[in-house]
Each structure stands twice: as structure tokens, then as C-alpha cells.
């Protein structure tokens, strides 16, 4: 049976099956068939694993599974990531460093990632979930590897990816980011300094492939919009802690808010970064019903409008925010 035919609907119901009832050795067992069979690693890594995870999120979502079951097969499916991993040979070109931004620690995809640039041939040290910045630098100057590679899930990490970027560039390595905290198609990670954006892990090892812009790596960043980034970014916490105390949420809920608020204000912070009132707008919508689950729908409008006031000498970050009331 061909590659093409063995991931496909079957072996993918068969994959979560194993899943949903986390066994490890089922779930290893299929996907070292499919190695034996002549599957390549990529296929079996973004065809079968990466394809379940986003059917696993979409179960969570949902409220179909919980979050014990999400865990359990993930986990699994780690497992699984390591043991194709395992049939990986030496590598036969350059180095390279995987990363995930700073509070991030969703590491699945970026292991994926990790295994799929190791098949090609490339020496890649995954540096795991949630790397600050100055730590990701002081590796960078130890080893001089070719490029990161940087995943970011969420938009409202933005900010924190900013920094990683700068501090790659700062050392001469080009950073290749991919997930979709870049924005659609990758909108704002060339914004914050990153040499180029891919979607999947067979578009990092394209990227890698291919010589990157003159000067895509080196010097500063492109700047901020304007100075009203720094300002905010410099108020964060006091932003929090404002709007946490205008909502008053009861204790039971204290702390799912005051997370829900933070990233809110990172997001904020993200889209002021990047001029883009877009990131904004999507991430509220997204964390809507988070927030008005835990106090109903004049929560959030009463977060959007602590902020405003709290901003009112910055007239573009405002006009942000009320664009975003509007919108509701």
C-alpha cells in the first residue's frame, strides 16, 4: 500500500483511538508500520501526528474531552515523536537551535519540527518550552549555530519573540519563525526581525534550504511605530492590576481572570508592536468567551474600558481598544 494511502482517514482514526485510550504502545507500534512500510518520518510526523494534535485541541475545545484526557495523549504522542525520532540518522549538514518563546509550553509542534529538520539531515538542538531570551542568546553565542528556529502559538507572545529575535540577530543568527502567533501567513514575523516564516515543519526544512536575504539577520530590528510601545510595555503590570481590581472578580475566579487580563494587555502590547489593529481585534474574540464565561460579557467591556482610561495620553492605543468595543 502506498504512502500516500496509509495516512490517511483509517490510520488517522486508528492513530486517535490509541489516543483516546492513551496507549503508548499501540500509537508506537502504528507509526513504526508506517516507517517499515517506507512512510517518510515527515509524513508520519505532520500527516498523523500534528493532524491528531489539532483534532485533540478541537476535543478540548469543545469540552468533548477533558483536560486530564488532553494531557494523556499528548503525552502519548510525544512519546511517539521520539520513538520516529529514534530512527533518525546522523546528520550530514549544519546546525541549527529550536526554540519555543518565552511562556510558551506547548513544546508538541516544536518537537515535530525538531524531528522533521533532523530527517533532512540537519543537526538540531531543541532547547524546549518557554526559553527566555537571555538564556536562547547565551546558548547562541556558545555554539554559533546556523539559524534558530523559533515557534510561537499565540499572538499575545509577540512581544516576548520580539526579544528573542533582537537577541538572535544581536548575535548574527538568523531566526526562521513558524507557528501561528506570527499572525496569518506569517504577517508579523518579519515585522519583529525575523529572516522568513513557515507554516509546517516541511516548510522550515524549504527555508533552510534556501540562502537567506543580505543583511536578514544582523543589526537592530525594525523599530516600534511609534513611542507609545515602550510606554505601555513599561506599564504592563500596573495595566493588570487595574483592571483586575475595576472587574473585582470573586475569589473562585480570581485567578482564570487576572490570566485572562494578562494576556489580554500582552496582546495589546503585541498589536501597538506590530501596527496591526487586526491581532487585537482576533485575540479579544478569542478570549471572549473565556472572560464572560467568569463575569459575563460586561467583564470584558469593563477591562476594554480600564484600559482606555488608563491610556488616555496615548490617543493610537486607545483608538485600538475602542475599535475593539466597537467591534463587540
Do not use: K
Not at 215 to 239: I, K, N, Q, W
Amino acid at each position: 500500500m502506498s504512502p500516500e494511502r496509509r495516512i490517511g482517514p483509517e490510520t488517522l482514526a486508528a492513530y486517535l483511538d490509541h489516543l483516546d485510550r492513551a496507549d503508548r504502545a499501540g500509537a508506537i507500534a502504528l507509526a513504526q508500520e508506517l516507517l517499515a512500510d517506507g512512510v517518510p518520518v515527515a509524513d508520519v510526523l505532520v500527516d498523523l501526528v500534528a493532524v491528531a494534535q489539532q483534532e485533540i485541541g478541537r476535543r478540548w475545545l469543545t469540552g468533548s474531552w477533558s483536560v486530564a484526557q488532553e494531557h494523556a495523549a499528548t503525552h502519548v504522542s510525544e512519546l511517539v515523536v521520539g520513538a520516529v525520532g529514534a530512527t533518525v540518522g546522523p546528520p550530514r549538514r549544519g546546525h541549527v537551535v529550536m526554540a519555543c518563546v518565552e511562556g510558551e509550553w506547548h513544546a508538541l509542534a516544536a518537537r515535530i519540527v525538531t524531528e522533521v529538520v533532523r530527517a533532512a539531515g540537519w543537526r538540531v538542538t531543541f532547547l524546549g518550552a518557554s526559553v527566555p531570551a537571555r538564556h536562547l542568546v547565551s546558548y547562541l553565542h556558545q555554539t554559533g549555530p546556523d539559524a534558530v528556529l523559533l515557534s510561537c502559538v499565540q499572538p499575545n507572545r509577540l512581544v516576548r519573540a520580539a526579544r528573542m529575535v533582537e537577541a538572535s540577530r544581536a548575535a548574527g543568527v538568523p531566526v526562521l519563525a513558524g507557528g501561528p502567533g506570527f499572525g496569518p501567513q506569517g504577517r508579523w514575523a518579519t515585522t519583529i526581525g525575523a529572516a522568513a516564516w513557515g507554516a509546517s515543519a516541511r516548510d522550515a526544512v524549504a527555508l533552510l534550504d534556501r540562502p537567506l536575504p543580505a543583511g536578514a539577520h544582523t543589526g537592530a530590528p525594525p523599530p516600534p511605530p511609534d513611542d507609545s510601545y515602550v510606554a505601555v510595555l513599561h506599564r504592563r503590570r500596573e495595566l493588570v492590576r487595574l483592571a483586575l481590581a475595576a472587574v473585582d472578580p470573586p475569589e473562585e475566579t480570581a485567578e482564570d481572570v487576572a490570566t485572562g487580563i494578562a494576556h489580554l494587555v500582552d496582546a495589546l502590547i503585541a498589536a501597538v508592536r506590530v501596527d496591526d489593529d487586526r491581532l487585537l481585534r482576533d485575540f479579544v474574540e478569542w478570549q471572549a468567551e473565556a472572560l464572560t464565561s467568569r463575569g459575563g460579557r460586561a467583564l470584558l467591556d469593563d477591562v476594554l474600558g480600564t484600559l482606555e482610561r488608563a491610556l488616555i495620553e496615548h490617543p493610537r492605543v486607545v483608538a485600538r481598544l475602542r475599535a475593539v468595543r466597537r467591534a463587540r
